[in-house]
Structure formats: C-alpha cells, structure tokens
C-alpha cells in the first residue's frame, strides 16, 4: 500500500492512507463502514489498485455484491489475474446468476490456478450448480476436486473448506453419517478456525458445545502442535486405502 500511495501528492496520500486503514480495521467488525472509507479513498485516488481493491472487498463485505463484482472486475482488467475468478463467481451467485458463475468457472479451468484459488473456484462452481438444482453434480465437483488435490502442496485452510463444503452438500442431501465424517475431516485440518467444522461435528453428534467459554484442552501425549500449513498431516481420511492422502509434512 505505502508503494502505492507514494505515487500520489503527499498532501492526497495524507487523506487516502487513513482511509484505507480505517476500511482494513474496520472490515470484519464493521463492513458498512469500512465501505464507506473505502469508496471516499476511491473518490479521492480511483486509479490506484490498492484503492479499488479495497472497496471491492469492503463492497462485498457489506453485500453489495453488484458494486464489488464492478470493482473485482475493474481488477482483473488492470492487473490480468485469474485469482479474483473465485470471488467474481461468488458475486454471480449471490445476484442469482448461477450461470454466469458457471461461465467464470469455465474460463477457470482453462487458466494456470495456483491449488487454493483452484479450490476455491470449484466451492463456488458446485454452489452454482446446486443453486441450478444439480445437487449430485455439486456433489460430485467437490468429490473430485478432493481427488485431485490428494498429494498437492495446498493450504490446510482450502483443503479444510474443500472438505468442508462437501459436507455440507452431503448433510444437504440427507447423508448424515457422511456428513459428520467429512466435517470431522474439515475440523482435522482447520487449525485456524476458517470453518465451523467443529460445531458442525458436535451439533451432529447432539453435543452442545459453548466454544466461547470453554477452555482449551491440553493436547494429548505426543500430540503436540506441528504448526503445518499445509495438508501434509499424515492423517487418513474418508475413503477406501487406495483414496486416502498420502502428503507429509515437510
């Protein structure tokens, strides 16, 4: 940001600073107003990047996701990255057109995706495609992109809403047990609460659970924290032996 914003007069970078910070504080506890800074840092330097980026994540923060597909795509065009695919497909989504989401997935596939941006298109695709009622084929994208993933460097925290979101769909189509096996699977991985997985698995063992109040249990011998990143955890998953993941940790 400050690279950015040495670009401009010293007096203007003055009054666009403070707002882009506010809009970055304020986001997570209070998106309308992160919003607002942003879009008056907008009025004040429209053409920075850093600027439009962000009003486009305050905009889709607050659900105005009309205003943050316009910036995502403004985006796109300026710096040519496929990463903001997943995001302007959510934004389809969520103005009730799955088919152009479907069509952003598209193009996803035919673009050199790093494996969390992949993972992430595809959660939107199956969304898109249950919004369509093609609940099994939902099913079956996220299925096979858990396939692929197998044996990739991808991030715990996208493996963790892959598997996530599976479950989901799973729960969805009534297929509890399976649900609860595949949330169980997110909850492995997710060690940064990304996810609800937890609650999920504890709602459906009918275990209610006060994760505010209750105090964090020591880990069990010889179960220490490894701090990984990654989905190389040595941990089995659902699924027949010839399935299951074969990462370590590195």
Known sequence: MKAELRGLPADLADKVGPRLLAAGLLVDEDPEMA???AKVARRLASRLPVVRAAVAETAYA???YAAALSEYRALRRMSGDDEYLPVL???ERALGRPEEALKLARQGAEADLDPATRIELRIVEAGARADLGQDAEARRLLQSEIAASRGRRV???????LRYAYADRLLEAGDREAAHTWFAAAAKLDTD???????RVARLEGLVIDFDDAEEADPEPGTGETGTSETGTGETEPGDAQDRPTETEE
């Not at 991030?155 to 809403?161: E, F, I, K, L, V």
């Not at 609460?193 to 609650?199: L, P």
């Open 193 to 199: 609460g990304v996810t609800d997985a937890d609650e």
């Open 155 to 161: 991030p715990a925290d996208s493996a963790a809403r």
């Open 62 to 64: 607050a659900e105005d």
């Open 35 to 37: 919003y607002a800074h």
């Open 89 to 91: 497909a959510d934004c």
